[in-house]
């Protein structure tokens, strides 16, 4: 992003000062005010071209190190559909799928290496940014992809429909989350308003849903006991359960794959952790303000992998397991990769660059902490006994 560009974005700002004005308590949820900032249609984060994903811009994901990334997860994939019988159309739905590159990745490797898959392949991508789907389209609108690649919103695909995988790479950490906060030994809920100023102010109050308190019940976090200290506050994302209730429905057969950085939810929630995980992402550099940089800033919180594994057993999904990224790339062949450098036909600036990029893909202190997140529907014993590769140990 040019960093001559002003830092805030007037025109969303003025929107959601309207929303509030328009309220009758004159204020909104957290929650409501992230969904504006990141989704608003014309005007929030991701809907414009603000987003600037990559090593120079707000932030980087793991396809954007290498094709090795998608290259893996590919081998996943395949081994799934075999799993599932080889089916003569298989989806793979990539939820999220930020600049295309994952997707250019995933489709390039298994059209040169695994021809029968790809013929059977059906690649959809759901995503809600126009920002994003406009440049997706113009990375994958082109050869090969422009066949396998289609649009879709979850409206417009049939309840149990989809024979395949589902998935996901840091996607549930950018969804609209509640803030709550203890204050005097209550449960409250942030809300957000203005001054005459027009500066922004938060309000703690009762929650706008029991949703919020049932949430920590669900996760057996005992939230109001003494463990937790006055002004202890931290999130709540109702809409990732939402999602997962979502995707549940519309997957006849086959998996759903989470990639993202999260805690079980003992760690989340754990009462030194006071302040919460929310993070906030302008030009590469990292702070805890959410109202700086409207809409020029990505805003994201970490995912809670128990209550995706709760609630996708409610929702009728069977988890098969949960592992760290750095793991499930060395089970998928991260190692061999590694390995073969030594007689790769590379200069050393080569080799050296594309060993750190392997490397960081594992790094226990980043990327490899990611959590890796495996449940399934509809499949049968024979087929939930089968143990996928990314989740064996490697040796």
Known sequence: MNK?????????KDYIL???ASHPQQRITFAEYMEIVLYQPELGYYATNQVNIGKSGDFFTAS??????GELLAEQFVEMWEILGCPSVFQLVEMGAGSGLLAQDILSYLNLNYPRFFQSLEYLIIETASGLIEAQKQRLSSGLDSAKVSWQ????????????CCFSNELVDAFPVAQIILKQGQFQEIYVTADLEKNWIEIADTPSTSRLLDYFEFNQ????????????RSEVNLAALDWLETVTTKLQR????????????PRYYSPYRNSGTLQCYYQHQRHNNPYLNIGRQDITAHVNFTALERYGDRCGLQQLGFTQQGLFLMALGI????????????SLEQTLRRRDALHQLIDPAGLGNFGVLVQAKGLNDEQKARSLKGLKIPT
């Open 4 to 12: 001559s560009q002003p830092s805030e974005n007037q025109p969303l």
């Open 18 to 20: 309207e929303r509030i």
């Open 64 to 69: 954007n190190l290498s094709a090795d990334f």
């Open 153 to 164: 919103s979850w409206e417009t695909i049939g309840d149990r429909s989809i024979v395949g």
């Open 221 to 232: 976090i005992p939230i109001l006991s003494e463990s937790y200290p006055e002004g202890y």
């Open 254 to 265: 086959g998996y759903l794959l989470t990639l993202d950085y999260g805690y079980p939810a």
């Open 335 to 346: 190692g061999d990769r590694l390995n073969a450098l030594r007689d790769a036909n590379l």
